[in-house]
């Protein structure tokens, strides 16, 4: 919790002005109740700053979990809003099963969030597959650290093929650390007017 409010004091320093917060759910990390249980308590730490409760949730976790046992209590809190992380080695064969499960989430009644796309392989090689995202009625949210050659490898490029098209509804911080936030705030103001109205 120490850490946990490092990074809130980065956070404003950044200029947010409200945090979705989104462990994740995935091997070996996910534990539904101490994760609630951390939210409870940075919320009462940050008093009246907005912060709302999410997961950012591994497609293969989820399948493993049960799409319509689980999907229910993954999204985010208040909204109809879910966020999917794909298979970072992602091929392209592997997004049929990816339809798949986006439309049981739409289903469920979930508008379904991308994590940063600009990180698959499959994205990476060919970035039309992005567009196929969009037209499954996903929206992509981009992570901040691509403008500095990304955190797992070289995403920067396939990120700014997307920003071009119009293809980001979002930036997140995707933040593990403090430093993480100068990433938010330089690339929202290099790049924050090129997401997609929502
Ligand atoms: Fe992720």
């Known amino acids: 919790m120490d850490y946990s409010m490092k990074m809130f004091a980065a956070a404003r320093k950044a200029g947010v ?3 979705v917060c989104t462990p994740h759910c995935r091997d070996p990390y996910f534990d539904y109740q101490k994760m609630w249980a951390s939210y409870h308590t940075f919320k009462r730490n940050v008093g009246n ?3 709302l409760m999410g997961f950012e949730v591994a ?3 989820l399948v493993s979990l ?3 046992e689980w999907a229910p209590y993954l999204g985010i809190q208040g909204t109809d809003r879910f966020l999917l992380e794909l298979d970072t ?3 392209e064969d592997t997004f049929k099963g990816y339809e798949t499960v986006i439309y049981e989430l739409q289903t469920l009644g979930f508008r379904v969030i991308i994590a940063h796309p600009e990180r698959y392989e499959a994205i990476r090689k060919n970035p039309s597959l992005a567009r196929r995202l969009i037209d499954w ?3 992509l949210q981009a992570s901040a650290d691509f403008i500095a050659g990304g955190r797992l490898g070289n995403s920067k490029r396939s990120a700014k093929t997307l920003l071009k098209e119009g293809a980001y509804s979002y930036i997140a911080s995707d933040a593990h650390t403090v430093n993480h936030y100068s990433l938010l705030s330089r690339s929202m103001e290099r790049y924050g007017s090129m997401l997609r109205s929502r």
């Open 17 to 19: 002005t409200g945090i």
């Open 89 to 91: 080695n992602a091929t």
């Open 49 to 51: 700053f907005p912060v």
């Open 59 to 61: 497609y293969q976790k």
């Open 66 to 68: 049960g799409v319509h």
């Open 137 to 139: 009625d996903c929206e």
